[in-house]
């Protein structure tokens, strides 16, 4: 699928903006503070009803006015095309889908799926467990439609369980421990189930990019492996109760990425480390692909900065083969890499908000 118009009004410093974009590479190019970060926040607006920069969408909204308004039209590879559109007033969220009014953000994630590769993103691997959790649940929520169910039942066991532990209310605990188990549980075996299926995609793209051999993706999912979730609950409660929260479960799971049983975050460099990150995000967009699910849209905002040349074009062409769309920024058009190398792509400048098509 692709983003075949975006229409944007008063996001950040872009008062109004319209481009048909490429179906495949988009370089978005422009001096500092010119508005590129922007153009993709809205993108990302537009399929995730919220901003990678601010908590709240009301930051978003150009200061001198009180709403913005993002659509777009997103056309699927059966030809159908869909029309995506999201309003903010400072208060209230609207989104409408092919001119219906839609009350849940999981339905936008669903019609254009977001991949997003920032600075931020670079801590994927060396940062705290959050955003890998989050890593592997947006790979499995754009393959599995029922996971957001039971993902949602096990947070709301959890907060429960929660809750009753810091006012050491023992008798109820039994039921949501009962519930921890079974959501928790689901959860687990589908964070499992997709690091085994991502793996190989992504030690086929890491090996294009860097020489590093005898990758392991491994997954800790929260409590030790050999025993029940139940039985972890029962055998923490007396340190949980102490505590005032529930210290196994899915909310503790993680990954790692191991060469020869080492940690490759402390010992890799940080162009390696950044290249490294970027093959797990290229490989869940692949896994995607070649199962058969919507890809969506990849956003890479200033990532190629600190890479080589080489790196830089190697991404490119990369990109360009992955039957995908992709919005990459950067402050010269030289920055992106060697563009003889790929084929079909169109070029946007952006100046005081301004966009144009070069
Ligand atoms: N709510 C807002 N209303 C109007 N302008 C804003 C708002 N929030 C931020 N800005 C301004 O919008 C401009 C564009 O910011 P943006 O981050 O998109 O630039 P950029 O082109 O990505 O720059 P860089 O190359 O430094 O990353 C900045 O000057 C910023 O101060
Ligand atoms: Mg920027």
Redesign the pocket.
């Known amino acids: 699928m692709a983003l075949q118009k975006l229409v944007i009004y008063r996001v950040?410093?872009l008062e109004q903006v319209s481009i048909n974009p490429a179906a495949k590479i988009n370089l978005i190019y422009?001096n500092?503070?010119?508005?590129?970060?922007?153009v993709l926040e809205a993108i990302h607006l537009l399929g995730r009803a919220s901003s990678f920069r601010s908590t709240t969408i009301k930051?978003?909204?150009?200061?001198a006015h009180n709403d913005l308004v993002i659509s777009g039209h997103v056309r699927f590879s059966n030809e159908h095309v869909s029309t995506l559109g999201i309003k903010h007033d400072g208060k209230n969220l609207q989104i409408r889908i092919d001119q219906e009014n839609r009350h849940s953000r999981s339905e936008l994630a669903y019609a254009l799926p977001i991949q997003l590769i920032h600075p931020k993103s670079y801590q994927l691997l060396d940062a705290g467990p959050q955003l890998r959790r989050e890593f592997l649940d947006w790979g499995i929520f754009n393959q599995h439609p029922d996971f957001l169910e039971n993902w949602r039942h096990f947070k709301k066991a959890l907060t429960h369980r929660n809750a009753l532990l810091k006012i050491r209310s023992v008798k109820e605990l039994n039921v949501w421990d009962h519930e921890l188990q079974q959501y928790g549980t689901i959860v687990a075996n589908y964070r499992k189930q997709y690091l085994t299926e991502l793996s190989p995609f992504f030690f086929n793209i890491a090996q294009q990019f860097l020489m590093l051999e005898n990758l392991e993706l491994k997954l800790i999912q929260g409590w030790d492996d050999e025993s029940l979730l139940l039985d972890k609950l029962a055998e923490d409660q007396e340190k949980d109760l102490r505590y005032g929260f529930t210290h196994s479960g899915p909310h503790r799971a993680d990954f790692q990425l191991l060469i020869n049983s080492r940690k490759v975050k402390d010992f890799v460099s940080r162009g390696q480390l950044k290249l490294l990150m970027l093959s797990l995000k290229l490989a869940q967009v692949e896994h995607l692909l070649q199962t058969g699910f919507t890809s969506g849209c990849i956003l890479i905002d200033?990532a190629v900065a600190e890479l080589d040349f080489s790196s830089r074009t190697k991404l490119l062409e990369f990109l360009t083969a992955m039957n995908t769309q992709v919005f990459l920024?950067a402050?010269e058009q030289n920055e992106f890499g060697d563009l003889q190398e790929i084929g079909e792509y169109k070029m946007f400048h952006?100046e005081h908000g301004v966009v144009t098509e070069v």
């Open positions: 950040r410093n422009g500092n503070a010119s508005g590129k970060s922007s930051n978003v909204i150009h200061f200033d920024t402050t952006v």
